[in-house]
């Protein structure tokens, strides 16, 4: 009976947790979960064994940047099936349905822990009833960033999801994958491009990726300067430099106590790898740059803290008569500014007249430019060279030359030295010149910015109705795809009436345009051609006089009883209806003839006609329902005054 009764029990327990939909990770997943402090990791291993929304269970690790998961309902059967002995191991009599849930659960992990899969990404991949196991049967996959959203719905924001799953694609273990702290010449080949294992992100753009002979002040200094590669194999996937410095302090001028190195800015393929840096810095005991960039200088992270602070390393053999000038330099992320007198790095770009004679270490050929005094720049917030210098107008500031460009047309009031990043100055590729920004318009034809003046607004698309878009379709005037819009014409006259949209436009797009017989252009929408006309003699069946009509649309000549010969003429309706003005009422009323007179004779009614073959009588109606087509749409456009002016 109690046997009985315990086996129930289970299936109930089981039924619930199916029902409950209560989420477990692997061993595994929560031990990459647990080297992670950040909300919501603490969060997901919080919610495990408890009831959530969303029918996801049993989540292990899967490819990079995704996990898989099983629903209660698939793993119900497996259960069953692998822990036949379950009944026997729990006191069901005396646990809540959580307690027990966790029971099954332990007994899982245990069982998953004493396999030891091969797989670093977890799984049970050697189990011996692969069948059987949750891990390996009925999986879905899910994106790590996607799985947060559906258990903590509205609760991230996506800065949030990005930052973690970053994290925690950075505590994930890799075979092949290791740091590794190189110095001397090793720094030097760990540079070259040729040894990375893609050339992309930070570390393939990096304007260091492929240079030779300008790391002497890294080689030449292994006490002080050394070089932390994440290597996979025989490639890396990213570096960092690491400086011992000889002092530092912070922004109250209190020297900084119980740490000596400092991880400079750190070079990656992807972005998630970043992170990976950061916490072998941490774990190091190391300072590391906060802000991945070459302008600035002094934020630095200890201990998950961000704070400003002044270092200065010193390189060569100070003391013992060392040369400190290496004649060729790299490109310094954050030891901008050197001595090499004293042989000291500092990390700043100060160029103030008490530091004349110093290096400036921002020329990414090696070179370097020299402190001499100088000018105060309000845009750098700093001294520089006054040959290096150029002075802005609009700012009435000096500027370093080097990143200044010129607008000389414009405004006079805008014209001057501006620096390269200056929002208020665009680049006009049709002139090659800098302009300010309001006395320009964005071409969105071109993708770039244009000098106003030489701009104009082109038609660009023009409907079958003859409306136009009402878009900035900004070109230059000298552009040979558009042309000049005949103001005084009539075909412009009747567009300008009725759509208001044509009053903005003095160009038009060349390919929505026609020249007409007279080599004027005018739109393709109401182009047409007319033909000359034989002038028979009146009678009772042709009693209309059309001398001075010399062309006629083949549809109006056909209506009219006049026959069309091969010379012709291309026109837009708008003048062709003008021109015939006094015939438009007459032309209406005999197409409704015409029109009538041919339905018949698709209909077999009205007057004989001769008989054909069944052939010969398919191509006859075919021809007829051409012309009737053609003679229906003229007789419409003139009940509605269609392009009539």
């Known amino acids: ?125 050697n189990y011996i009833d692969s069948d059987k196991d949750p891990y390996v049967k009925s999986r879905n996959q899910i994106a790590i960033g996607r799985l947060v959203n559906k258990v903590f719905p509205g609760k991230y924001n996506s800065k949030q999801v990005e ?73 890396i996937l990213g570096r960092a430099l690491v400086w ?114 110093c290096y400036i270490l921002e020329d990414t050929g090696g070179g370097y430019s020299e402190v001499e005094g100088g000018v105060w720049s309000e845009w750098h917030d700093r001294m520089i060279a006054e040959d290096d210098a150029v002075y802005s107008e609009p700012y009435g500031d000096h500027i370093l030359r080097d990143y200044a460009v010129r607008v000389d047309i414009g405004n006079r009031r805008r014209r001057g030295w501006y620096h390269q990043d200056d929002d208020d100055v665009v680049y006009d590729e049709w002139i090659d010149e800098y302009v300010h920004v309001d006395d320009s318009v964005y071409s969105e034809a071109y993708g770039y910015s244009l000098f106003d003046e030489n701009a104009v607004r082109v038609a660009m698309n023009i409907e079958s109705d003859g409306d136009v878009d009402n878009d900035d379709n900004w070109h230059h005037k000298n552009d040979s795809d558009i042309i000049e819009i005949d103001t005084d014409s009539m075909w412009y006259d009747k567009f300008s009436d009725e759509f208001r949209a044509w009053r903005n436009f003095e160009y038009a797009l060349k390919s929505e345009m026609s020249k007409n017989y007279r080599g004027e252009w005018i739109p393709d929408v109401i182009k047409t051609e007319i033909y000359k006309v034989s002038q028979p003699k009146q009678d009772e069946e042709n009693p209309f006089d059309i001398t001075g009509y010399e062309y006629l649309h083949p549809v109006d000549a056909l209506a009219l009883g006049y026959e069309v010969g091969d010379e012709k003429r291309v026109i837009d309706w708008i003048e062709y209806n003008d021109s015939i003005e006094d015939l438009i009422v007459i032309i209406g009323e005999k197409l409704e003839l015409k029109v009538q007179r041919y339905k018949d004779i698709l209909n077999n009614e009205g007057q004989l006609r001769m008989s054909f073959d069944e052939e010969e009588e398919k191509e006859y109606k075919s021809k007829i329902k051409s012309i009737l087509s053609e003679l229906e749409s003229r007789l419409e456009s003139i009940e509605n005054d269609e392009w009539i002016y």
């Open 1 to 125: 009976m109690i046997s009985r009764y315990n086996s129930f029990s289970l299936d109930l327990l089981l039924e619930k947790a199916i029902n409950e939909s209560m989420i477990y990770f692997s061993p595994f997943l929560r031990k990459q979960l647990g080297k992670l402090s950040d909300d919501i990791s603490v969060d997901l291993l919080d919610i495990e064994a408890t009831d959530i929304k969303p029918d996801i269970t049993f989540i292990d690790l899967d490819k990079e940047g995704f996990l898989s998961f099983s629903t209660m309902r698939n793993v119900k059967k497996l259960l069953d099936e692998k822990f036949p002995t379950i009944k026997d191991r729990l006191d069901l009599d005396n646990k809540s349905n959580k307690d027990l849930a966790d029971d099954i659960w332990y007994l899982h992990d245990q069982q998953y822990n004493n396999l030891k899969p091969s797989s670093p990404l977890g799984g049970m991949g």
């Open 163 to 235: 930052d973690f799953v970053n994290s925690f694609k950075a505590v994930i273990e890799k075979n092949g994958e290791h740091f590794e702290i190189v110095s001397g010449d090793d720094i030097a080949f760990w540079y070259n491009s040729d040894n990375y294992k893609e050339r992309s992100g930070t570390l393939g753009n990096s304007c260091m990726a492929q240079k030779r002979n300008i790391f002497n002040i890294y080689v030449k200094n292994p006490d002080v300067c050394r070089l932390v590669i994440l290597r996979e194999d025989d490639k």
């Open 244 to 357: 011992k410095f000889e002092s530092i302090y912070n922004g109250a001028g209190e020297k900084f106590e119980g740490v000596e190195y400092f991880m400079d800015r750190q070079y990656t393929i992807k972005d998630s790898d970043v992170n990976k840096f950061r916490n072998f810095a941490k774990e190091q005991g190391w300072i590391y740059k906060t802000n991945n960039n070459h302008h600035s200088f002094t934020n630095i992270t200890y201990n998950g803290k961000e704070m400003n602070v002044d270092m200065v390393v010193q390189v060569g053999r100070f003391g013992f008569g060392g040369d400190y000038d290496y004649s060729r330099y790299p490109y310094m992320d954050t030891f901008r500014r050197y001595d090499p007198r004293i042989g000291k790095l500092y990390n700043d770009d100060n160029q103030e007249s008490d530091q004349e004679g």
